[in-house]
């Protein structure tokens, strides 16, 4: 079956960093561009950072931009988030998202149940 599962998340003060990790399973990995997503309270899903199947390519919220690294691992099936300089504003859930793009985009994609992220002093 499939599955993402994300952990790292948790209460961290503004100014400090996170590693958010994403473990797939169930599928051909390397086939799928993945992201991360966010809600934060009262608010809707949006994206954060994406990154093609190969890890060439990424690409970022505005909000994020300096901040967030997004990253990917084929051979252990894992995709990354490192958050660094956090703010109360980045408080959310955290989402891994994946998309299958090989051999072409036919709109298959899984989400993973999340993990909290609390930016507060």
């Known amino acids: 079956q499939v599955q993402l599962v994300e952990s790292g998340g948790g209460l961290v003060q503004p100014g400090g960093s996170l590693r958010l990790s994403c473990a797939a399973s169930?599928?051909?990995?390397?086939?799928?561009?993945m992201s991360w997503y966010r809600q934060a309270p009262g608010k809707e899903r949006e994206l954060v950072a994406a990154?093609?199947?190969?890890?060439?390519?990424?690409n970022y919220a505005d909000s994020v931009k300096g901040r967030f690294t997004i990253s990917r691992d084929n051979a252990k099936n894992t995709v990354y988030l490192q958050m660094n300089s956090l703010k109360p504003e980045d408080t959310a859930v955290y989402y891994c998202?994946?998309?299958?793009?090989?051999?072409?985009?036919?709109?298959?994609?899984?989400w993973g149940k999340g993990t909290l992220v609390t930016v507060s002093s």
């Open positions: 998202n994946s998309r299958r793009v090989r051999p072409y985009a036919d709109g298959v994609g899984y």
């Open positions: 990154i093609t199947s190969t890890g060439g390519n990424t």
């Open positions: 169930g599928f051909t990995f390397s086939s799928y561009a």
